[in-house]
Each structure stands twice: as structure tokens, then as C-alpha cells.
T-cell receptor
Framework: GENVEQHPSTLSVQEGDSAVIKCTYS??????FPWYKQELGKRPQLIID?????GEKKDQRIAVTLNKTAKHFSLHITETQPEDSAVYFC???????????FGSGTKLNVKP | DTEVTQTPKHLVMGMTNKKSLKCEQH?????MYWYKQKAKKPPELMFV???????INESVPSRFSPECPNSSLLNLHLHALQPEDSALYLC???????????FGSGTRLTVV
């Protein structure tokens, strides 16, 4: 099956700085890569996603890049704010998107 | 209605009890999922229902019994659980074969 690795496990940045979280996957057939944000005690929420036929996608302060050759994808958050503090999970999905393989999570702390 | 509703929000049960978790959505999604999430870990897929039929069982112990009585409702019946089964149980839904996963807020289960 697919194996998704995520780094770093924790990340502290100063408010206004950028944050980058990286994931690698093992199965070249994976074709959909969502990113979820989970605040303490709350549900995971989709913040951005990318399909394998796209190299980059941006939504305001958040962007995701995908390198299919290297089998890695990254989440970029610019101008970080304290409310960006949460655990972020990457995931990869094969085929019909019914099954997600999650990374181990990154705890992002944005210091005011 | 764009939500997945889970009840109860919290549940404490003894190892000899039988209880059920409930998940409901009215978005017309025909794929529904149960995930288990331990503290500081990513969600782990347990079951997938597609068109009200069980399509994926991730080798989950039989003390967890899923049921999908109709296209809007998903249950997880619990019996003879162990303390290590204590976790956040998340339900999710999506259209079959398309992206757009929506998680519920979860049921925090404690087995004593």
C-alpha cells in the first residue's frame, strides 16, 4: 500500500513568517493530495488539495506544490497568523479517492 | 446542509457494555467512512461504505460492527471494547469517486 511521510513533526514560526511542511509518498499511482488542518479537539478540515495533473495550486496565503517525479508535495503558508496554529496532515489517495493515506502530522505553532 | 453530524460527542463505556455511534449527513453523499484517531496521531481508516454497501474493512476487530441502514445514516456498533480502543471516532462522507471529503466533529470514546 501507500506510505506517506511528513516532516517536520513540529514547527514554530514567528507571526508573519512563512511555514513549509513537506510530505513524500511511495506509490506513483497516487493521484490526489489533500491537506487537512485540525485544531485541538476539532475535526480535520480540508484547506487545500491538488491533483496529480497539476504542479501547483494557490489559495490566498496557502499554496501546495507537487513534484510527481520525486513523489513529494509541500504545503506553504505565507504571512502566518496565530490562528494558523494547529496540526496539519497531508494525505495521498489512489484511484477513486475512497481511501486516504495520512502523514503523521505537523504541529504548527505561530508565535505572536 | 453541508455538515456531517455525529452523536454522541462524548461516550464513556465499560468493557462489557454495548453502545452505538451515529453519523448522519444530508448532502447526498453515497460514500461514508469511519476513522479512528488516537491522540497526536493521524486518522486511521476503519470502514468505507459505498452506495450503502461495505466496500473496505481495514481488518478491524469484530468488536466494531458498522451498519449503513440508508444513504444518510452510518452507525458503528461497539461491543466488548478494550481500554486501548479509547480514541476519537470520526465519520466522513463524500461523493463516490470524487474528491470532497467532509469530516464530522467526532465522538470521543473512553473505555473504562
Amino acid at each position: 500500500g501507500e506510505n506517506v511521510e511528513q516532516h517536520p513533526s513540529t514547527l514554530s514560526v514567528q507571526e508573519g513568517d512563512s511555514a513549509v511542511i513537506k510530505c513524500t509518498y511511495s506509490d506513483s499511482a497516487s493521484n490526489y493530495f489533500p491537506w487537512y488542518k485540525q485544531e485541538l479537539g476539532k475535526r480535520p478540515q480540508l484547506i487545500i488539495d491538488i491533483r496529480s495533473n497539476v504542479g501547483e495550486k494557490k489559495d490566498q496565503r496557502i499554496a501546495v506544490t507537487l513534484n510527481k517525479t520525486a513523489k513529494h508535495f509541500s504545503l506553504h503558508i505565507t504571512e502566518t497568523q496565530p490562528e494558523d496554529s494547529a496540526v496539519y496532515f497531508c494525505a495521498a489517495s489512489l484511484g477513486n479517492f475512497n481511501k486516504f493515506y495520512f502523514g503523521s502530522g505537523t504541529k504548527l505553532n505561530v508565535k505572536p | 446542509d453541508t455538515e456531517v453530524t455525529q452523536t454522541p460527542k462524548h461516550l464513556v463505556m465499560g468493557m462489557t457494555n454495548k453502545k452505538s455511534l451515529k453519523c448522519e449527513q444530508h448532502m447526498g453523499h453515497r460514500a461514508m467512512y469511519w476513522y479512528k484517531q488516537k491522540a497526536k496521531k493521524p486518522p486511521e481508516l476503519m470502514f468505507v461504505y459505498s452506495y450503502e454497501k461495505l466496500s473496505i474493512n481495514e481488518s478491524v476487530p469484530s468488536r466494531f460492527s458498522p451498519e449503513c441502514p440508508n444513504s444518510s445514516l452510518l452507525n458503528l456498533h461497539l461491543h466488548a471494547l478494550q481500554p486501548e480502543d479509547s480514541a476519537l471516532y470520526l465519520c466522513a462522507s463524500s461523493q463516490v469517486g470524487t474528491v470532497g471529503y467532509t469530516f464530522g466533529s467526532g465522538t470521543r470514546l473512553t473505555v473504562v
